[in-house]
């Protein structure tokens, strides 16, 4: 969208300045007015659900970010933060699933890779932690070999 007034785009924008400004309730308000001009608007979705988390809402933290994979099932992004909302509100198991769907989309997310091993340690799978490592000991050398050309 391009940000003309009273867009969608115009009130994610908005939204995302309040929020940064940690005026959760505007953004929570500017969030709304871009999803009622576009209920498929991900990136709302996304912010609501962390200015959620930053009240410590952690149930609509999950249904927004729940929305966000309804509205862009392939945005890995919205895929991988939906399994750290499952991890706030205890189910791991849903976490886990999450992490994982964000690594079929992308095998690559290193963020993904990292909390869905840490997720196997806590649930008490250490074997499937370990299965990943030398995923993620990859993924992580080729950051450092793409950070370094900068």
């Known amino acids: 969208y391009e940000l003309q007034k009273d867009s969608p785009g115009y009130y994610y924008s908005l939204g995302n ?3 940064d400004k940690k005026q959760w309730d505007k953004a929570i308000q500017l969030y709304f007015k871009a999803l009622s ?7 709302a979705y996304m912010g609501r659900a962390s200015v ?6 952690y149930q609509l933290e999950v249904s927004n970010y729940e929305k966000a994979v309804a509205s862009d099932p392939d945005n890995v992004d919205a895929v991988y933060y939906l399994g750290t909302a499952y991890e706030d509100v ?5 976490a886990i699933g999450a992490y994982s769907r ?3 989309i992308n095998p690559h997310y290193k963020d993904a890779l990292h909390d869905l091993s840490l997720e196997y340690i806590a649930t008490g799978n250490p ?3 370990r299965e990943l490592l030398p995923r993620l000991m990859a993924v992580d050398r080729a950051g450092e070999r793409n950070f370094s050309c900068l």
């Open 17 to 19: 300045l309040a929020d």
């Open 37 to 43: 001009s576009d209920p498929n608007y991900t990136a």
């Open 52 to 57: 959620y988390y930053d009240e410590g809402l």
């Open 90 to 94: 205890g189910e791991f198991d849903k």
């Open 102 to 104: 964000a690594l079929i």
């Open 127 to 129: 074997k499937k932690a």
